[in-house]
């Protein structure tokens, strides 16, 4: 078995758990896989959630709404989720989504 593509890491004392993409370019063959680690961080239970895309450079759009239908799944609970990454990715995200998903831009 390979790298885990997203893996998960949590911070009890934080009380948050965040999903690192491994991958690049989040192309439309990962769009299972993401689907599953979305649903593994949901799992967590933290009440602060977080995507980091700082790794990413290129995303289909279907992978976009996955992120989107898990904050807002997360809203439901009344948890939070923060999307982390870089410029260009960022861009794309408030270009789709506007600002239904918080985003915090690293370098």
């Not at 450079?57 to 999307?83: F, H, M, P, W």
């Amino acid at each position: 078995m390979g790298v885990e593509r997203f893996p998960i890491s949590l911070n009890v004392e934080g009380q948050k758990a965040t999903l690192t993409a491994e991958e690049p370019h989040m192309e439309t063959h990962l769009a299972e896989e993401f689907e599953a680690a979305c649903e593994r961080l949901l799992d967590t239970g933290q009440p602060e959630l977080v995507v980091d895309f700082c790794r990413v450079q290129t995303i289909q759009s279907c992978l976009i709404g996955e992120v989107a239908k898990t904050k807002v799944i997360a809203s439901e609970d009344k948890r939070r989720l923060l999307l982390v990454a870089n410029a260009r990715i960022a861009e794309i995200f408030k270009m789709i989504l506007s600002d239904l998903v918080e985003i915090e831009v690293k370098q």
